[in-house]
């Protein structure tokens, strides 16, 4: 997916701080769906979908990563944990991979949970090659022996199988009944410890606490996640208390907000990343010198502080530093302009134009494109912004209708996560066009590739490689920031992105005041 959401976000390029506000008392708002001990979070925009397997919305997950379940999990350091599958085992020549399941699981509408629901999830994914069918690579069979048995044959080694099943919501194990009545992108059914309750179009998604989940019941009664695209307005309302929980803070204000009692502030150093990718499906952009012509023109650090204020890391790559599987890179921190008119009269082109493709419901991209246009005008190029509603730059992105695009990754774990999907020549999120056989090799080799060593050197020398030949250019690693009611307890902001409200109260079991 693009597992893609605003976490951090500024209104316009290096505005003024804004003034504290006022911590005002109030009642939350009314939805017509609250009852005490149920939560209201703020997100930052309206999910396209919830369909988990066709769905690349961040917005999307952070409602679906209460609905539905994995057949196993991250933790809180990533690492993966039982989910619905209790157990596993693989064959010593690493091909065969056995899952044992939990016994008594049921899906909300009471349907008993099987082997075969997760056949199907499965199968559905790769025989309608459906948004993470690149997961399966390798997988040549999934079998159901008996119904709490699930038998996964792969071709080849896969050291990244747990991650792939279970590293994030698109790869839920689904409803055949709810997908084929055609209900499940509008009433999702699922195993999860929250059942979908309601929406109201441009307003809200309400959800209740599914009481026999098989992690235990939920304490939260339910959640209703409100769609507040402005940062200041979702901060304004959590102060308020009309909302108990919100990923939309102004980061301009995370230094005030550090020493205001009244809410919890956390800002987690995360997996995600922010790019631009240059499509290369079009003239010039299709010349690896022009792209490291405006790889070189790009202060990524203007940037970092108009998006962030300082809470992000510049990086030319990925992977952030503190992470394993990071790589020191820093080919385009010398040169800039300078470097950029040699490669462009090298290339021979001369760009006039760019049609740089941004959204609405992730401010940052909104922010940093007048950076980018500053940043490319002394070479002669005039960035047009376009800035339209996530769901016409989905569509923009897949029929390759943009020069230059800006987005994130979120919700990454694996080196694969980083890389295969967006940087193979068949990787189902290149939308940029990418093609180059030794990165194609490299990102293979680093699937199938079991000692740990070797494979940290298939992915430092891909990741390099991509940089070089700019398939991306990436331009920084944000941080999760979070902040809600001190009543709310038992919940922690991740490093992966997910939202999970499962096992979170709220004291006094009715919210803010």
């Known amino acids: 997916m693009t597992r893609t959401a605003a976490r951090t976000a500024v209104l316009v390029v290096l505005a003024l701080v804004l003034a504290v506000a006022g911590c005002s008392t109030g009642q939350r708002v009314d939805l017509g769906e609250g009852a005490a001990g149920s939560l209201v979070a703020a997100i930052a925009g309206e999910p396209d979908q919830l369909d988990p397997h066709k769905t690349t919305a961040y917005f999307s997950f952070e409602v679906l990563e209460n609905i539905f379940d994995t057949l196993v999990e991250p933790d809180e350091n990533l690492q993966m944990q039982p989910a619905l599958a209790k157990s596993w085992e693989v064959s010593p020549d690493e091909l065969t991979w056995t899952f044992r399941l939990r016994e008594n699981v049921r899906f909300h509408d009471g349907t008993p949970f099987t082997a075969d629901d997760v056949v199907y999830s499965y199968r559905r994914i790769i025989d309608e090659q459906l948004a993470n069918v690149d997961k399966f690579s390798a997988v040549t069979s999934v079998e159901a022996p008996d119904p709490l048995t699930v038998v996964i044959r792969v071709s080849r080694p896969t050291p990244n199988m747990l991650t792939n099943l279970g590293g994030f919501k698109g790869m839920a194990i689904v409803s055949r009944a709810n997908v084929e009545s055609g209900q499940i992108a509008t009433h999702p059914i699922g195993t999860g410890p929250f059942s979908f309750r309601g929406q109201k179009s441009g307003d809200s998604i309400s959800l209740a606490a599914n009481p026999e989940y098989w992690g235990g019941a939920p304490e939260l009664t339910g959640v209703t996640f409100r769609f507040i695209s402005e940062p200041s307005t979702a901060l304004s309302a959590l102060q308020a208390g009309e909302v108990d929980w919100t990923d939309s803070v102004p980061p301009q204000r995370v230094s005030q907000l550090r020493d205001d009692d009244s809410l919890a502030l956390a800002v987690t150093p995360s997996n995600d990343y922010w790019y631009l990718a240059l499509n290369q499906a079009r003239a010039p952009w299709n010349d690896v010198r022009v792209r490291q012509a405006i790889a070189y023109a790009i202060d990524r650090e203007a940037i970092v502080a108009a998006t962030s204020y300082g809470t992000a890391q510049a990086n030319q790559l990925a992977?952030?530093?503190?992470?394993?599987?990071?790589?020191?890179?820093?080919?385009?921190?010398?040169?800039?302009?300078?470097?950029?008119?040699?490669?462009?009269?090298?290339?021979?082109?001369?760009?006039?134009?760019?049609?740089?493709?941004?959204?609405?419901?992730?401010?940052?991209?909104?922010?940093?494109?007048?950076?980018?246009?500053?940043?490319?005008?002394?070479?002669?190029?005039?960035?047009?912004?376009?800035?339209?509603?996530?769901?016409?730059?989905?569509?923009?992105?897949?029929?390759?209708?943009?020069?230059?695009?800006?987005?994130?990754?979120?919700?990454?774990?694996?080196p694969d996560d980083f890389y295969y999907a967006q940087h193979h020549t068949d990787g189902t999120s290149n939308a940029q066009k990418f093609s180059d056989a030794e990165v194609d090799r490299l990102l293979d080799a680093g699937r199938v590739e079991t000692d740990p060593a070797a494979r940290f050197d298939d992915y430092a020398r891909a990741a390099t490689r991509i940089a070089d030949e700019v398939s991306y250019i990436f331009l920084y690693n944000p941080s999760v920031i979070q902040a809600w009611n001190p009543a709310l307890t038992n919940y922690e902001a991740r490093r992966d992105g997910a939202v999970r409200f499962r096992g979170a109260a709220l004291d006094g079991g009715d919210g803010a005041t």
């Open 319 to 414: 992977i952030p530093e503190g992470n394993p599987w990071y790589t020191p890179y820093d080919r385009y921190s010398d040169g800039g302009l300078d470097e950029a008119r040699e490669l462009l009269q090298r290339s021979g082109a001369s760009p006039q134009n760019m049609d740089l493709l941004v959204t609405t419901e992730y401010p940052e991209t909104v922010t940093a494109a007048q950076i980018i246009a500053d940043n490319l005008a002394p070479l002669g190029i005039t960035v047009g912004i376009r800035t339209v509603d996530f769901a016409t730059w989905l569509d923009e992105q897949n029929s390759g209708n943009f020069d230059m695009l800006m987005m994130g990754w979120l919700g990454n774990i694996d």
